[in-house]
Structure formats: structure tokens, C-alpha cells
């Protein structure tokens, strides 16, 4: 019997079925991290033995009541140790070809073994510090706990702390929370998981402290894809002593200020605050730097000058911490995460993992496993090749020999040549030297690239092309930045510019010179000025773009008499007559023109232009 279940959970085909469940998993995980937060969805779906998935994920709407149960992370990751081991004690034997499989599978497991560690024993939060400020607690910003306060003795504030899951859970059941380190009952009226503060008009729930003049409402929670946003927690409790209620307030943990309590001659202090961890030592904040890119405001380094005192170990020293260097200290490692918003401070990461050696020994046990595995191969490979020498397929195992080939020294050859080839650079072409221009480092966006990079992100941002296009051929982005600056007037006709905006092509169309033949296109094919494209679309040139911008035609600009316009043709919005013969015929007024036209994003691009 126990061969028989040896083999089964051996199985190769139970191996295939674990990876198909882990990639349903990884998949439906994936997108409910776009209704849940991202450790919500990980509880949930990889840290769980049974995930229970809402069909409503994959259509639009609120969701169902319906779950379908799969396996979670935990049980496919036990799931595939089980697999590998009972594997190992059934087919493969330990032997010295086997040697670098063994250690690759061995890498599998401690991997596996480490996701254990790291969901079960790993814990984390942030340290925010002022600049100049001590600090010796670390806040968990997924879970909330409500505090009461005890000041009185000078030397330290006695704490007791309620956690928010049992906030949640007197709230649904009703029941009230009984310490007996607190003088009074709490009773939970309401509890938000996240919320937003307005100010109060009228009436509210809350009786005492700051919910007199504030309310709190509930808000969706925080999804994976709202960046490091994070929920924001309030309650409305009401607190009992022998009976009687004292008051209800309103906490949220958006509050900075805790709330005073008074029951009899006693004073307690009151707040919903992120859960908080306390350290045996403290961190000094010195200094704070935050670099940023030239030009740009994208962050190029954070920095913080810390003070570590500790004195159960007698240490007292200064490091810095910044971006990829982090501090390790008493199985802590604080990474430099954020900073407030104001640039007063920082913000720590600070992660506790028992396991965090373990996927850095996994990597190396795969690295070695597979590099053995394949060195033994090609060793036999080649071995094998030198005593008995190459065999043709066919030929029964005989050695043959015949004529060198000559397809492999041409295709060689041809190789040298084209390598050769880029030491001799072609002279230019022209007065300009486009290649070399390409090739100049220019910083951009915050980082640093070739001038080629930046001329086809410039031409895509004004019309949708890395190229420009004309009926003598193509000019490149490079060639059109260069003469843009080196002498504009050589591609101020060029069609640049995308216009789609229905109101900017009425102005153009109107402004447009009229001939007594020739279609709309025709036209533009002979100015060279602008091209139809397609979805009503058309690119003009940089200087008829400014001519429509301003509000004169091309009629006014080329040096002609003014037009029927208006005396000098500006600031005047085209006529009904002219927007008809825009649209084709149709009659558009300006009702059915705001209607239909398209967001004012893209007529932006025409108006920088």
C-alpha cells in the first residue's frame, strides 16, 4: 500500500497539475490585487491554503456573494515538496551523474521552504523620523489598534492598546470590549477600514472630542494599483464606566493629536493609530538629502544620516542609510523607502525575516546544480567526439571523412568583413553631420540617452511618428532636430504637427487657400503644408500651426491681400459656412461640435506647437 502512494505522489503528472494550479493561482491573484490591496491579496491567495476566488474579478461590477475554493500558495508549495521528495525516494538514485540534479531540486525546496519562513516568521513596517527628531517604534501600516494612554507617571506613558480585527469584530457582533487595565467598557458603534474626514454640518454620531466638529465617512479601500497609498481606519466608540456612558467619539487614524478622556479624577488619552512596535534602542535623524535629476523632479537619491543608540549593547555610532544600502542591526534591516511630502523627514522601511538568507542559498544551489548538470554533459559530449571523431547520421556509426565545406569559411569570412566594417565610418553625407549628432548623450526625462532617443520621443509627442515623411522621402528625427536648430527655415513646411481636434480643423480648413480644382488632398500634396491622415486627422507644418494658432490663414501669411475675413483675420471664430464644408456637408453647430469632439489632451500638443 505505502509503494503504491509513493508513487502516486511521485507522480509526473501530479508535478504538471501543481504548475497549472500555481499559474490559475498566480493569475487570479494577480488580478484581484486591482479590488484589493496588495498584502490583502496575498494573505488571501499566496499565503493561504485555500483561496477562495470571486467570479466577479473577471467582469465589471461589485462582485458576487459566490466563492470557488482552490488551493492557496501554502498548500501547492507543500504540495510540490512532498512531490519533489517522494520523487527523489522512488526514481532517482544518488549517484554521481545524479549529483547536480540533486542539488537543483535541493535548491527548489530551500526556495519553497523560504516562502514558509518568510509568511509565517516576517514582519514589517516604517520608521518615519523628523530631521533632527528621535525615534524607537515602527508602525504597521496595514494593521490599526486602538490606543488608550496613561500619562501620568513623568518618566513613561502606560499603554493599552485594543487591535483593529477586534474593533471589526465588536463592531458586526455588537459586543462590547472589557479590559480590566481600563476603567470603562468600550462599545464599537461603527467601524471603517478606510475612510475620508469632512467637516461636520448638523448633527453627528460622536458626542465629545474631535468628532464634534468632524465626521467621518467610509471609503473604498486602497487597491494594489493606487501606488503607496494606504488605508485610513476610524471608528465611532462609545465608552461605559459602571454602566453609564461617558461619550462617544470619533478616531481615525488620519488624526495626529490623541483625544482626551476624563472618567472621574483620571485622564486618559485616546487614539486610532497604525499598529506600533517599540525597539530597545533608538535612531537619530541627523540628516536628511533628497537628490533629483537634472531639470526633472524624478528622484535620483534619498539619504539619511542616522545616530543608533543602543544602550543594552553600549553602541552608539552614525551611518547612512540610502537607496540599495541598507542598516542591518539586531536581525532588523532598515532600507531607505520614502521621505514626508514636505522634505522634513524620512521614511525607514524596517523588515524582520528569519528566512532572508535562505532564497540567496537557493540561488546558488540552482546556479551550481544546473551548471554541473550541464558541464558533466558537454564533458561526455566531448569525449565522446574526440575518440570516435564526427558521425554522419545514416552512416551506421562510421566515422567518414570527405571535402571541407566551403559554406562555413564564406559565412566566416563574411563575418570578419562585417565586423571590419564598423571600424571605417562613412563620410557625411552633408554640411551636417546627422550620425554623429545622433550619437551625443543629451539627459532627458531624468536620465541620460542619445540625442536619436530624444529627437523620436519630441516627434512622437507632436505627431505620432518617429519619422517625418514627405514626397521627396523620409527625414529622420535626428536630421529633423538638427536643422530645427542649426536652420529652421529648411523644415518649417515639413507636416508635423497632428491636429485632430474638430475645432482646430475647422479653423485651418477655413483658413486654407481654395483652388478652383483639385480634391482637399490633392491640395495638401502640392503645398507640401499638411496631409490628410486617417480619423479626420492632419498633420501640418510648424509654420501653418502657428499661422491657425493665432488665428490667420495662410492667405493673410504668404504676403497676399487679407482674405474675406475680418480686417487683419484674428481672434474670429470660423463661420457656420466654413464649419459645414469641415465636416463635409453636414451642418455642425456648436452644440453638436462639443458633442463630438475629442479630449482637449490632444489639442494641447497643437497649441505648445
Not at 503644408?529 to 493673410?556: I, K
Request: hydrophobic share 40%; charged share 20%.
Amino acid at each position: 500500500m505505502m509503494p503504491r502512494v509513493f508513487k502516486m505522489l511521485a507522480s509526473l503528472k501530479l508535478t504538471v497539475v501543481l504548475l497549472a494550479l500555481a499559474m490559475l493561482l498566480i493569475f487570479v491573484g494577480t488580478i484581484a490585487q486591482t479590488r484589493l490591496g496588495v498584502w490583502q491579496a496575498v494573505d488571501a491567495y499566496f499565503r493561504s491554503w485555500v483561496a477562495m476566488v470571486d467570479p466577479g474579478l473577471f467582469v465589471r461590477g461589485d462582485g458576487t456573494d459566490i466563492r470557488i475554493p482552490i488551493p492557496g500558495g501554502l498548500a501547492i508549495a507543500a504540495a510540490m515538496i512532498v512531490n519533489l521528495l517522494s520523487a527523489h525516494a522512488v526514481r532517482f538514485k544518488a549517484t554521481r551523474k545524479r549529483i547536480g540534479v540533486l542539488v537543483l531540486h535541493a535548491g527548489l525546496i530551500v526556495l519553497l521552504a523560504g516562502e514558509f519562513v518568510t509568511g509565517f516568521l516576517a514582519d514589517e513596517g516604517l520608521m518615519a523620523i523628523d530631521e533632527g527628531d528621535t525615534s524607537s517604534f515602527i508602525q504597521d501600516i496595514r494593521n490599526a489598534e486602538l490606543a488608550f494612554i496613561d500619562r501620568r507617571d513623568p518618566d513613561h506613558d502606560r499603554v493599552v492598546t485594543v487591535p483593529g480585527w477586534m474593533l471589526a469584530r465588536a463592531a458586526a457582533d455588537g459586543e462590547s470590549i472589557t479590559d480590566a487595565r481600563l476603567p470603562f467598557t468600550v462599545r464599537v458603534e461603527s467601524w471603517f477600514p478606510n475612510s475620508a474626514l469632512f467637516r461636520a454640518d448638523g448633527d453627528t454620531p460622536a458626542t465629545d472630542g474631535i468628532g464634534l466638529d468632524a465626521r467621518a465617512e467610509p471609503a473604498p479601500r486602497v487597491t494594489g494599483v493606487e501606488g503607496a497609498q494606504s488605508d485610513t481606519p476610524a471608528a465611532y466608540v462609545t465608552l461605559l464606566h459602571d454602566g453609564e456612558e461617558i461619550g462617544t467619539w470619533m478616531v481615525s487614524a488620519a488624526l495626529i493629536d490623541p483625544q482626551r478622556v476624563e472618567v472621574g479624577d483620571e485622564s486618559l488619552w485616546l487614539a486610532l493609530r497604525y499598529r506600533r512596535t517599540y525597539l530597545p534602542f533608538t535612531l537619530h535623524l541627523n540628516d536628511f538629502r533628497h537628490d533629483i535629476f537634472t531639470g526633472t523632479t524624478i528622484p535620483k537619491n534619498f539619504s539619511s544620516d542616522i545616530r543608533l543608540v543602543d544602550p543594552a549593547r553600549e553602541t552608539d555610532r552614525e551611518v547612512r542609510i540610502w537607496m540599495n544600502n541598507p542598516l542591518r542591526y539586531a536581525g532588523l534591516t532598515f532600507y531607505q523607502a520614502s521621505y514626508k511630502p514636505d522634505g522634513s523627514g524620512t521614511v525607514l522601511q524596517v523588515v524582520r525575516n528569519p528566512g532572508w538568507l535562505l532564497p540567496y542559498i537557493a540561488c546558488v544551489l540552482v546556479g551550481g546544480g544546473m551548471t554541473w548538470h550541464f558541464a558533466q554533459s558537454l564533458i561526455g559530449f566531448l569525449r565522446r567526439r574526440t575518440k570516435h571523431g564526427p558521425v554522419r547520421a545514416g552512416t551506421g556509426g562510421v566515422r567518414t571523412t570527405g571535402r571541407p565545406r566551403p559554406l562555413p569559411w564564406i559565412v566566416g569570412a563574411c563575418g570578419v568583413l562585417l565586423a571590419c566594417s564598423g571600424v571605417f565610418r562613412p563620410a557625411p553625407s552633408g554640411a551636417l553631420d546627422t550620425r554623429a549628432f545622433a550619437a551625443l548623450p543629451v539627459s532627458a526625462g531624468g536620465r541620460v540617452k542619445p540625442m536619436d532617443t530624444a529627437a523620436r520621443s519630441l516627434l512622437m509627442i507632436a505627431g505620432g511618428r518617429q519619422q517625418v515623411r514627405t514626397d521627396d522621402g523620409t527625414v529622420t528625427a535626428p536630421q529633423y532636430l538638427l536643422e530645427l536648430v542649426a536652420d529652421p527655415g529648411r523644415i518649417a513646411d515639413l507636416p508635423v504637427v497632428r491636429v485632430d481636434h474638430p475645432d482646430v480643423l475647422a479653423r485651418y480648413s477655413s483658413s486654407a487657400p481654395q483652388t478652383a480644382g483639385g480634391s482637399r488632398s490633392q491640395r495638401s500634396s502640392r503645398t507640401g503644408r499638411r496631409s490628410p491622415s486617417r480619423h479626420g486627422e492632419r498633420l501640418l507644418s510648424s509654420r501653418v500651426a502657428a499661422t491657425a494658432s493665432s488665428g490667420l490663414c495662410s492667405n493673410c501669411t504668404s504676403g497676399s491681400p487679407p482674405c474675406w475675413r475680418t480686417p487683419g483675420c484674428r481672434s474670429r471664430s470660423p463661420s457656420r459656412r466654413s464649419r459645414r464644408m469641415a465636416s463635409g456637408g453636414r451642418s455642425t453647430t456648436r452644440s453638436s461640435m462639443s458633442r463630438t469632439r475629442e479630449p482637449p489632451t490632444r489639442a494641447s500638443h497643437f497649441s505648445r506647437a
